[in-house]
């Protein structure tokens, strides 16, 4: 169990709270994961692009897009994993 646990960082998005036994440990909050709308898990999407349309690296950024497709239009989210600073 997690009952050592002494330390809580709260995520800044969802303001779930996440604890450590060690202070300064960075994690990772799920949020983003899920649809900010009705809460489903989403997806996640890659755009479908040929990596050399544009040529060079100026649009090969790695964005994490997730896309819920419960909604019309699917609702598309570019929200990053969150990092939670357990203190
Ligand atoms: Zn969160
Ligand atoms: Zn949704």
């Known amino acids: ?6 330390f809580e960082g709260k995520c800044s998005r969802c303001g779930k709270a ?3 036994n060690r202070k300064g ?3 990772v909050c799920d949020c983003w994961r899920y649809c900010p709308m009705c809460g489903a898990e989403m997806q996640s999407y890659t755009p ?3 990596p050399n ?5 100026d649009k090969r950024d790695l964005r994490i897009l997730m896309v819920c497709t419960n909604h019309s239009p699917p609702f598309y989210s ?3 994993p969150v990092e939670v600073m357990v203190e």
């Open 25 to 27: 440990e960075i994690v």
């Open 1 to 6: 169990m997690t009952d050592k646990a002494k």
């Open 18 to 20: 996440h604890y450590s």
């Open 53 to 57: 349309t544009y040529g060079m690296d």
């Open 48 to 50: 479908d692009l040929a």
């Open 78 to 80: 570019s929200q990053k």
